[in-house]
Nanobody, 130 residues
Framework: VQLQASGGGLVQPGGSLRLSCVVS????????IGWFRQAPGKEREGVAY??????????WYSDSVRGRFTISRDKGKTTVYLEMNSLKPDDTAVYYC??????????????????????WGQGTLVTVSS
């Protein structure tokens, strides 16, 4: 399984970016994708989660990004996006996408835990600065 994250860059406060995560090698029709970020000097934190099963309606967000970030998936189910709006300097971080071996959905109290995921992309840097 491989994940390729891209779309990062430099953006001004209040601006927008869309990150992409291309997933390959997954054989199950149902899988989880989590987006995480790690700011300089801080621990990695989960920001968004989606699950492809059950109609693809499961989408969860951290409190810090809810209402500003949107996770979505293309019709072919191989690319997951993170649309980021109203960006703040505190959103500056390396963003990672991740998935897990299990085809089952994570529960709401676990999706943001790093140890729930088995495969990680390489990360893409987002810098929010004027």
């Amino acid at each position: 399984v491989q994940l390729q994250a891209s779309g990062g860059g430099l953006v001004q406060p209040g601006g927008s970016l869309r990150l992409s995560c291309v997933v390959s090698g997954i054989t199950s029709n149902t899988y989880s994708i989590g987006w995480f970020r790690q700011a300089p000097g801080k621990e990695r934190e989960g920001v968004a989660y989606t699950y492809t099963g059950g109609g693809g309606g499961t989408k969860w967000y951290s409190d810090s990004v809810r209402g500003r970030f949107t996770i979505s998936r293309d019709k072919g189910k191989t690319t997951v996006y993170l649309e980021m709006n109203s960006l703040k300097p505190d959103d500056t971080a390396v963003y990672y996408c991740a998935t897990r071996r299990s085809p089952n959905r994570l529960i709401a109290s676990a999706w943001f835990r790093e140890d729930m995921y088995d495969y990680w992309g390489q990360g893409t840097l987002v810098t929010v600065s004027s």
